[in-house]
Nanobody
């Protein structure tokens, strides 16, 4: 079992920045963030492997940066130039592919509004 504890999020004006953190109870090869906005499907935002390989949704490329501190088993999502469309609940996830299990964080609300 892996516990994921998220922090960060909140409310910000358009153009502002926020940083999300997700601490895992042990090392997992692939971690990332999904988001779900009201009335929309869940969207994969960004993924990072323990080797540092990253992938982003087209909607956030150039604005969001995912990183990780392997020593702390923690993943970060730096979100810059935020838009109203980024408003959503953001969920950290960890894909333990070896066991075929996906773990989820509790979710954190990000609201971008003037």
């Amino acid at each position: 079992q892996v516990q994921l504890v998220e922090s960060g999020g909140g409310s910000v004006q358009p153009g502002g920045s926020l940083r999300l953190s997700c601490a895992a109870s042990r090392s997992i090869f692939r971690m990332g963030w999904y988001r779900r906005a009201p009335g929309k499907q869940r969207e994969l935002v960004a993924v990072i492997t323990s080797g540092g390989g990253t992938s982003y949704a087209d909607s956030v490329k150039g604005r969001f940066t995912i990183s990780r501190d392997n020593a702390k088993n923690t993943v970060y999502l730096q979100m810059n130039s935020l838009k109203a469309d980024d408003t959503a609940v953001y969920y950290c996830y960890a894909n333990d592919a070896g066991r075929g299990i996906v773990y989820w964080g509790q979710g954190t609300q990000v609201t971008v509004s003037s």
